[in-house]
């Protein structure tokens, strides 16, 4: 065992000294292994061989505490969470608390990584001298032709053991992979006790909304479903979208959070900010690991910022909020519009986005209205809506409406109708014309409702990431369309 990761003193009254003279008697040792951090100092040193990390000791304590049922764990890659909770807690809650967990189940992103996590629990089992000589050489019982497993058919019998443990003590353990039925199942009369999901997002996952919904919908119904009423949940992975599944139940208000960035924010150098010195013993290192993930994965993975592949161009702490809108004398209403005549599937969105233009002194100030529309329409539909959201207000409208293609229609028949509408001739470069709307984000020109925006404001973020971006296109013509007006104003009120 590593000196460095001795236990202290102030453990519960047990010092050094006797942690050491203890753990060469059976009776001392298993008496000691009760506690997890010492589960793991005796039994698992080989996955500890350097000093811990600034926050160790407290990811130990809480995964300890049993009256902690739903806990959710956000680590940056390497920071050895997944040892923690998907190899040594296992370990742990089946040998150290097997009447209060005699069914566990892992549940990972892929298949591949589910058959892993047991081969892994199942190495410790068979090949850890001392874990054998202190709990008993266990006999993993296989399953074969079981009814749940004829009835559904979703993998061979073969990948069915690979991910099914049954040990002596009666506890079992079965992985399973994200989108896989596990409701109904039962070992014995036991429902599921215990649930653990290791990085069940990943980039892939959090692309789409249709994806994030069925993840979520997964583990809120077919994970939550199963589980027994006294139950343990926890989570862990990293902030790969932030309407992804560890966001979501971070949101929920249900989950005790964990957050374990490499570097805090505060003041000194990256390395003194470090949160586990001794994997990053210099800055260099912190630099070469940056230069080996590039800055975008590592701003990901390492500092649990959310950024798409291309980088973010507006951040979640560059949105400005307002609780009331002015209603002042004289302001009037603009609206982007992001024309999709169509109701197919596979057609784009059209979307519209409104805000209340001010003049503050000589700043233009744009306060986004909740609820904009998104949402697939006939050519009829649209011109509809849109007459109506201008005849909601009594305040003058003005539609800035992109107008390429077969968008003129559209203003022809805007213009026919009566409309205020000015055509927008934008650059061809999405991301490029998000930049040039993003300043006024940033600089406090555009506020945002503090609630009713948040699919326009996930598409902002997710710019690049998010499949859908024609809310983005549409508050982009807004920006631009009111920021043009504002100019032309400023030079009249000059000449």
């Known amino acids: 065992m590593p000196p460095e990761l001795s236990p202290q003193p102030n453990n519960e009254g047990i010092d050094p000294e006797l942690f050491?003279?203890?753990?060469?008697?059976?009776?001392?040792?298993?008496?000691?292994?009760?506690q997890f951090k010492f589960f793991c100092l005796i039994y698992l040193p080989h996955y500890f061989e350097l000093e811990p990390a600034d926050f160790f000791d407290e990811l130990i304590l809480t995964l300890e505490d049993d009256t902690i049922d739903a806990l959710e764990v956000i680590g940056f890659r390497g920071s050895a969470k997944s040892t923690f909770v998907s190899t040594a807690y296992i370990l742990y809650a089946a040998l150290v608390k097997p009447d209060l967990y005699p069914f566990i189940v892992s549940l990972t992103s892929t298949g591949d990584l589910a058959s892993a996590t047991i081969a892994g629990v199942k190495r410790e089992?068979?090949?850890?001298?001392?874990?054998?000589?202190?709990?008993?050489?266990?006999?993993?019982?296989?399953?074969?032709?079981t009814s749940w497993e004829v009835k559904n058919k979703l993998e061979s019998r073969d990948d069915w053991q690979a991910r099914n443990l049954l040990l002596t003590t009666g506890v079992r353990i079965l992985a399973r992979s994200r989108g896989q039925r596990i409701r109904g199942i039962r070992h014995r009369h036991h429902r599921i006790k215990l649930a653990l999901?290791?990085?069940?997002?990943?980039?892939?996952?959090?692309?789409?909304?249709?994806?994030?919904?069925?993840?979520?919908q997964w583990w809120r119904g077919e994970v939550i479903g199963a589980l027994a009423l006294d139950a343990r949940r926890i989570?862990?992975?990293?902030?790969?979208?932030?309407?992804?599944?560890?966001?979501?139940?971070?949101?929920?208000?249900?989950?005790?959070?964990?957050?374990?960035?490499?570097?805090?924010?505060?003041?000194?150098?990256?390395?003194?900010r470090?949160?586990?010195?001794?994997?990053?013993?210099?800055?260099?290192?912190?630099?070469?690991?940056r230069a080996e993930m590039g800055d975008v994965a590592f701003r990901r993975e390492m500092l649990l910022q959310v950024v798409p592949e291309e980088g973010q161009d507006v951040l979640y702490e560059d949105l400005h909020w307002y609780d009331d809108p002015p209603f002042d004398d004289g302001n009037h209403i603009g609206h982007g519009v992001d024309l999709a005549i169509s109701t197919k599937e596979s057609a784009d969105f059209t979307a519209i986005v409104s805000g209340e233009v001010t003049w503050n002194g000589e700043q233009i100030e744009i306060y986004i209205q909740s609820n904009p529309v998104i949402r697939r329409m006939t050519f009829n539909?649209?011109?509809?809506?849109?007459?109506?959201?201008?005849?909601?207000?009594?305040?003058?409208?003005?539609?800035?409406?992109?107008?390429?293609?077969?968008?003129?229609v559209a203003i022809e028949e805007m213009e026919r109708r009566g409309f205020s509408v000015q055509a927008m001739h934008p650059m061809k470069d999405k991301r490029a014309r998000l930049r040039v709307a993003a300043r006024y984000?940033?600089?406090?020109?555009?506020?945002?409702?503090?609630?009713?925006?948040?699919?326009l404001i996930n598409q902002i973020l997710g710019f690049g990431v998010e499949k859908s971006d024609d809310a983005v296109d549409a508050i982009v013509y807004l920006i631009l369309g009111v920021v043009r007006d504002g100019i032309e104003q400023q030079v009249v009120r000059y000449v």
């Open 441 to 455: 984000i940033k600089n406090g020109t555009v506020k945002f409702p503090r609630q009713g925006c948040e699919q």
């Open 197 to 216: 999901g290791d990085d069940i997002d990943d980039l892939k996952s959090v692309a789409t909304q249709e994806s994030r919904n069925s993840t979520a």
């Open 20 to 34: 050491l003279r203890g753990i060469s008697d059976p009776v001392i040792r298993k008496a000691l292994t009760k």
């Open 125 to 145: 089992l068979e090949e850890n001298t001392l874990l054998r000589d202190d709990f008993g050489v266990p006999t993993f019982h296989k399953v074969s032709g």
């Open 235 to 272: 989570l862990i992975g990293n902030w790969l979208h932030l309407d992804g599944l560890m966001a979501r139940m971070k949101d929920s208000g249900r989950y005790k959070v964990l957050e374990f960035p490499l570097i805090l924010d505060g003041p000194g150098t990256e390395w003194e």
């Open 274 to 289: 470090c949160t586990w010195k001794a994997a990053y013993p210099s800055q260099e290192k912190i630099d070469q690991r």
């Open 381 to 408: 539909d649209t011109m509809d809506t849109m007459d109506n959201i201008r005849r909601s207000t009594t305040l003058s409208s003005e539609f800035f409406v992109e107008n390429v293609a077969f968008q003129q």
